[in-house]
């Protein structure tokens, strides 16, 4: 049973466009916040962004404010992160995660607290 699915990922050049999509299996229930992590090998998983569906509120890291921007379409079980003006250190497995609860704070910096995962979408920048 695979909770959380992403796509979207892929290779672009630096000051390029991505958007991912993450759709959320049925069985996982009714979830408040839907977050982006991203690792890169050898490094931890960093919190990217988060959307507290309740009231739309939103998350970001400071390194993509202004670049990336989360959306969620609650209908269709889905959560968004278009990615703008790509770097290079954007490069990284990127991972969408839910949670129930609390969606605000310093919430990016404890993945644990995310308890349901996706497999991850590949995005390489290249300069």
């Known amino acids: 049973q695979v909770d959380l699915v992403e796509s979207g990922g892929g290779s672009v050049e630096s000051g390029g466009s991505l958007t991912l999509s993450c759709v959320a299996s049925?069985?996982?229930?009714?979830?408040?916040?839907l977050g982006w992590f991203r690792q890169v090998p050898g490094q931890e998983r960093e919190g990217v962004a988060a959307?507290?569906?309740?009231?739309?509120?939103?998350l970001y890291t400071n390194s993509v404010k202004g670049r990336f921007t989360i959306s969620e379409d609650n209908a269709k079980n889905m959560v968004y992160l278009q990615m703008s003006s790509l770097k290079p250190e954007d490069t990284a497995m990127y991972y969408c995660a839910a949670r129930k609860g609390i969606c605000e704070g310093r919430i990016l910096d404890h993945a644990p607290l995310f308890y349901w995962w996706g497999q991850g979408t590949q995005v390489a920048v290249s300069s």
């Open positions: 049925e069985s996982i229930g009714p979830v408040n916040c």
């Open positions: 959307i507290d569906t309740r009231d739309g509120s939103t």
